[in-house]
């Protein structure tokens, strides 16, 4: 319980943080569709919104309704080598190697995330009773339902191996 309300606080913080991470003087951008936003460099941000604006509808409108108008309130950044992310605070990190592959990358690693949000709970009452079995128990049904949801919408095959 300890640390996963340790988590929470930090990523609290971190996520506070993030928007001075990303100056619009340093040409950084946010970019928001509901509860969820996007930091980091214009291209970034615009194939984040082009990956949940047009990619999603393309294969599953109503996911898409979740995401723009869902309870789930998340933050999704750029970073090219560490990855700080905070599940309890929402916080998430949209790795380079999901970026390669564009939009359609950034949009499965968006709904993977949330999926996972869903599950695993965001805020100090889900941090407060994250224990590691309930939280390996949920990261499991997260990734049956990501695995389902891949198959359902005919989404890319090759993304099936990074959920088995």
Not at 38 to 48: A, I, L, R, T
Request: a positive charge; aromatic letters at 14%.
């Amino acid at each position: 319980m300890i640390r996963y309300l340790t988590g929470y606080f930090l990523g609290c913080v971190s996520r506070a943080c993030v928007p001075f991470m990303f100056p619009s003087s340093k040409g950084y951008v946010k970019g928001s569709i509901g509860r969820i936003s996007f930091y980091g460099p214009k291209n970034f941000v615009d194939q984040c919104l082009e990956g949940v604006n047009a990619i999603l509808p393309m294969y599953d409108s109503s996911m898409h309704q979740l995401l723009a108008s869902g309870k789930l309130s998340l933050c999704f950044y750029y970073e090219e080598k560490h990855y700080i992310e905070y599940q309890t605070a929402g916080l998430y990190t949209i790795p380079s190697e999901m970026v390669t592959f564009e939009s359609h990358g950034i949009c499965q690693h968006i709904v993977w995330r949330y999926l996972q949000s869903a599950e695993t709970g965001v805020g100090f009452v889900a941090a407060l009773g994250d224990t590691p079995a309930k939280h390996k128990a949920c990261l499991l049904k997260a990734r049956t339902k990501m695995l389902q949801w891949l198959k359902d919408t005919g989404y890319s095959v090759a993304w099936l191996e990074c959920y088995q």
